[in-house]
């Protein structure tokens, strides 16, 4: 991509940290549609050229910090923003530069912990180096679920009994740092997140359902010592395809917690498919 202006290389910008999925490209619109700048880093092998192409930017690999860092300081950048999915590489396949290794020596064994452990590690370091980490919800206020249901159909009361057996599910899980989700089908749990991520969860569903009963529910939550700033429950019409390929009934994610990707279209699938998607509360409690 050409060089900026010089003009535009004046003052502070925003640099986004960009993994995969569209989000880095929502969140650079908002920072520009809010009379900001911005520059994306893109991890190379999980940021989508076609989605960040149109901005400034530059594709670097995930270990290579010193590059990283270099390239956020030249273009000025002070909030940092991390949004998209990166998986955990293994530490044979890392090949960190000088500064990655000091780097992963400042993280310690948090690069051994769950998500949430090593995420919080890396926005520590990032705060050290001098940046002001914000959340994508800072930015995509318009894309973070809301409170109650979000289409035209709402859950039953044994729809609602799943959502909150599901939500005391992944609640344990959060405090275990394993996942953000679960799926629950008349009471009985068919499948919890790990590693594999909510999409991988759904297709195992498919074998798992139950003929005898209502299909099942997604629930997907925050975790409760989430780092919010770093990696938010995220869903998007992939999602609403695979639950309605798993013969879900309906999709509960957390009000305030979760992004989705594209609210309208989520929504018009949901309804055209007759699931229910709905926004709920974090802690137990009666469903509205």
Known sequence: MAPEP?????????????????????????????????FIVGFQGFAEPAVIAHWPHRMIRLAAAGEILSALHEHHCHDLVLIGPVRRP?????RPDATGARILARIGKALFAGDDGL??????VLGEEGFTIRGAHEYLSGSVAR??????????????????LGRRVVRELGRLDIGQGCVVQGGLVLAVEALEGTDRMLERVGGLR?????????????????????????IGPRTIAGAVAAGLRGIAIEAGATLLTDPATCIA?????????????GEDEKMD
């Open 6 to 38: 010089a003009a535009d290389r004046q003052g502070p910008c925003v640099g986004i940290l960009a993994g995969g999925g569209p989000l880095p490209g929502q969140v650079a619109r908002a920072v520009k549609q809010a009379g900001g700048r911005v």
């Open 90 to 94: 293994s530490l044979v396949n890392l």
């Open 119 to 124: 995420l919080g590690a890396i926005v520590r």
């Open 147 to 164: 409170r109650g249901v979000m289409g035209a159909i709402g859950p039953d009361m044994a729809a609602r009994n799943d959502i909150m």
């Open 210 to 234: 139950q003929p005898d009963r209502p299909g099942g529910v997604l629930v997907k939550m925050a975790k409760p010592e989430q780092e919010r700033r770093a990696d938010l429950p995220t």
């Open 269 to 281: 699938m949901a309804d055209e498919a007759g699931l229910f998607l709905t926004g709920i509360g």
